[in-house]
């Protein structure tokens, strides 16, 4: 049954939905230019603080973007996430500047650069929250100011659109942690309504302009397990938070709160972030290491939880965030291209890999604090940031590009 917070489907029930889904897109070609993708933070989001923090202007991007660019080249990287900034581009409500937008897709236009936009990173305007009786409203809005400014320019290419980034995620910092708008404990599925709520409606506004416009949504993928000699409902419990991992691509589809809109119509690219600290025991959120060597016997595979995925929704998947801080970069993505080169040998429509960030970041509440996570180190010795790429990732890249290739022979690497 579903149950405010939770939900569970029964077997039966979860097979009989899969049946009756819309498969079509399966069927419509891998829309990339590249297999590997860059990711450029672009959070605008109020931190822990409520200070706004701007991470394209901050890391030094939108100085930058020409050279951004330009330094893929060597990494046969032709696809980039990047974001409009929500709260940069409607600073009056329903008014819009679009200039550096324009700017931007000007430049990838130019050096032959696909860029997949995220219209809400984890940053609102400041007049809203998700809890807004107009979030959802002004949200569709934007969507749809945004595809007819796109379609002004680029009438025949193929916009790929993240309406929200991270909604799980969100709605629990947001809603439950304190850590960002609406500063919220113990409100995170409400918070997480609200944000899908906005979801559905920018998705249904922006498909009534342009029905081409393909959905890439963009979720954690976790593992949740519970502690060591666990009793039964701790086991239970454990079952019941990793199941609820899915509930914003549920939402999507209408599965789960079918009042918001949503429809089956509507999954289209499920997009999956994953990180070192992405799986942990229930309770004392100790997370399991992923490269010891004799493993915790509750880690999994990360090929296993995409796989998982995929055959819970019958979409092309991508990975759409990844990366490591520090010196472990480098054995990150090797184990990443190891596992995604059995995805994609086993039959699964895997589509692309985002690298993000590519470029450092600091962290989002004290931004003195930079995470060495990215392919290129920043050169904080210069305004704005210099771009220091570091090799031992570069090569691991580099093999775990050809781990790939071998197992999708049409792709050319370096």
């Given at each position: 049954?579903?149950t405010k917070g939770y939900h569970t489907i029964s077997p039966l029930a979860y097979s009989c939905m899969l049946n009756t889904t819309n498969n079509t897109h399966l069927s419509s070609s891998n829309p990339f230019h590249s297999f590997w993708w860059a990711g450029f933070e672009?959070?605008?989001?109020?931190?822990?603080?409520?200070?706004?923090?701007?991470?394209?202007?901050?890391?030094?991007?939108?100085?930058?973007?020409?050279?951004?660019?330009?330094?893929?080249?060597?990494?046969?990287?032709?696809?980039?996430?990047?974001?409009?900034?929500?709260?940069?581009?409607?600073?009056?409500?329903?008014?819009?500047?679009?200039?550096?937008?324009?700017?931007?897709?000007?430049?990838?236009?130019?050096?032959?650069?696909?860029?997949?936009?995220?219209?809400?990173?984890?940053?609102?305007?400041?007049?809203?929250?998700?809890?807004?009786?107009?979030?959802?409203?002004?949200?569709?809005?934007?969507?749809?100011?945004?595809?007819?400014?796109?379609?002004?320019?680029?009438?025949?290419?193929?916009?790929?659109?993240?309406?929200?980034?991270?909604?799980?995620?969100?709605?629990?910092?947001?809603?439950?942690?304190?850590?960002?708008?609406?500063?919220?404990?113990?409100?995170?599925?409400?918070?997480?309504?609200?944000?899908?709520?906005?979801?559905?409606?920018?998705?249904?506004?922006?498909?009534?302009?342009?029905?081409?416009?393909?959905?890439?949504?963009?979720?954690?993928?976790?593992?949740?397990?519970?502690?060591?000699?666990?009793?039964?409902?701790?086991?239970?419990?454990?079952?019941?938070?990793?199941?609820?991992?899915?509930?914003?691509?549920?939402?999507?589809?209408?599965?789960?709160?079918?009042?918001?809109?949503?429809?089956?119509?509507?999954?289209?690219?499920?997009?999956?972030?994953?990180?070192?600290?992405?799986?942990?025991?229930?309770?004392?959120?100790?997370?399991?290491?992923?490269?010891?060597?004799?493993?915790?016997?509750?880690?999994?595979?990360?090929?296993?939880?995409?796989?998982?995925?995929?055959?819970?929704?019958?979409?092309?998947?991508?990975?759409?965030?990844?990366?490591?801080?520090?010196?472990?970069?480098?054995?990150?993505?090797?184990?990443?291209?190891?596992?995604?080169?059995?995805?994609?040998?086993?039959?699964?429509?895997?589509?692309?890999?985002?690298?993000?960030?590519?470029?450092?970041?600091?962290?989002?509440?004290?931004?003195?604090?930079?995470?060495?996570?990215?392919?290129?180190?920043?050169?904080?010795?210069?305004?704005?940031?210099?771009?220091?790429?570091?090799?031992?990732?570069?090569?691991?890249?580099?093999?775990?590009?050809?781990?790939?290739?071998?197992?999708?022979?049409?792709?050319?690497?370096?």
């Amino acid at each position: 049954m579903f149950t405010k917070g939770y939900h569970t489907i029964s077997p039966l029930a979860y097979s009989c939905m899969l049946n009756t889904t819309n498969n079509t897109h399966l069927s419509s070609s891998n829309p990339f230019h590249s297999f590997w993708w860059a990711g450029f933070e672009c959070t605008d989001q109020l931190n822990c603080f409520g200070n706004r923090v701007d991470f394209l202007p901050l890391t030094g991007h939108l100085a930058l973007l020409k050279e951004d660019y330009e330094h893929l080249g060597p990494f046969n990287i032709r696809t980039v996430r990047e974001g409009i900034r929500w709260s940069q581009v409607e600073t009056r409500a329903y008014q819009y500047d679009w200039r550096v937008v324009e700017t931007m897709m000007t430049e990838g236009h130019r050096q032959g650069i696909q860029q997949v936009w995220d219209l809400c990173h984890f940053g609102y305007p400041d007049d809203l929250t998700p809890l807004h009786p107009m979030f959802a409203r002004r949200f569709a809005a934007l969507c749809r100011a945004f595809v007819h400014f796109y379609r002004d320019q680029y009438p025949n290419d193929t916009l790929i659109v993240t309406p929200i980034n991270e909604v799980s995620f969100m709605s629990w910092l947001g809603g439950d942690a304190c850590g960002t708008s609406p500063y919220c404990t113990k409100q995170g599925w409400e918070v997480k309504v609200g944000l899908m709520r906005a979801y559905i409606e920018g998705v249904a506004a922006m498909r009534e302009i342009d029905p081409t416009i393909r959905i890439l949504t963009t979720e954690p993928l976790i593992q949740i397990v519970p502690p060591l000699d666990a009793t039964e409902r701790q086991i239970i419990d454990a079952a019941i938070a990793d199941e609820n991992q899915f509930q914003s691509v549920d939402m999507l589809a209408g599965y789960l709160s079918p009042e918001l809109g949503g429809s089956p119509d509507f999954l289209d690219i499920l997009g999956f972030n994953y990180y070192y600290n992405n799986q942990w025991a229930l309770g004392n959120h100790i997370f399991l290491p992923w490269n010891d060597p004799v493993p915790d016997p509750r880690w999994v595979p990360f090929r296993q939880l995409l796989t998982k995925a995929y055959r819970r929704y019958n979409r092309p998947i991508a990975l759409t965030e990844t990366s490591h801080p520090g010196i472990d970069r480098p054995q990150w993505i090797d184990m990443i291209g190891r596992e995604c080169a059995a995805v994609v040998a086993s039959g699964v429509p895997l589509w692309g890999v985002c690298l993000y960030p590519i470029v450092d970041r600091p962290d989002w509440d004290h931004t003195d604090y930079w995470h060495h996570s990215g392919l290129w180190d920043a050169d904080l010795t210069v305004n704005p940031p210099g771009r220091v790429l570091y090799q031992p990732y570069a090569d691991s890249l580099l093999r775990a590009q050809q781990a790939v290739a071998q197992a999708i022979p049409e792709l050319v690497y370096p």
